[in-house]
């Protein structure tokens, strides 16, 4: 019988992993009002610093796209671990300026709040 519920276990365990892993699963969240337009857009595992002023680390094969008003970046991981950066489609950099540091800060800091929002607790 104890073989049967590790069995059993094994098998929920695996198609939760297979399907965590389909390709092409993502949340899109978009805002409009009369002076904003904001697109999130994200695959995988994203994982943000503690102070919520960056990202960490992306899943492999993951990504974020941000965009407000016709300005936005998108960023993955590299082939080392590392989270690239492509801010309005201008190449990847994986060292930010200034300028790209303060709008990253600011979206995830608008990703961060529109996750809460998401979470079933929130929705009751």
């Not at 695959?43 to 300005?71: C, P, Q």
């Not at 690239?84 to 994986?94: I, M, Q, S």
């Not at 303060?102 to 929705?123: C, D, G, R, S, T």
Request: proline share 2%.
């Amino acid at each position: 019988m104890n073989k049967k519920i590790q069995i059993i276990a094994l098998v929920l365990v695996m198609l939760s992993a297979i399907t965590a892993c389909l390709p092409g699963k993502s949340t899109t969240i978009v805002n409009k009002t009369d002076n904003l337009t904001q697109k999130i857009k994200y695959s995988g595992k994203i994982v943000f610093t503690l102070d919520k002023t960056a990202i960490e680390h992306i899943s492999d094969g993951g990504y974020l796209e941000f965009e407000e008003n016709g300005e936005g970046f998108t960023a993955s991981s590299d082939s080392h671990g590392k989270v690239a950066y492509e801010f309005n489609n201008d190449g990847k950099v994986n060292e930010l300026n200034e300028g790209q540091k303060q709008f990253l800060a600011h979206a995830v800091n608008i990703i961060v709040k529109e996750q809460q929002k998401l979470k079933p607790e929130n929705n009751q």
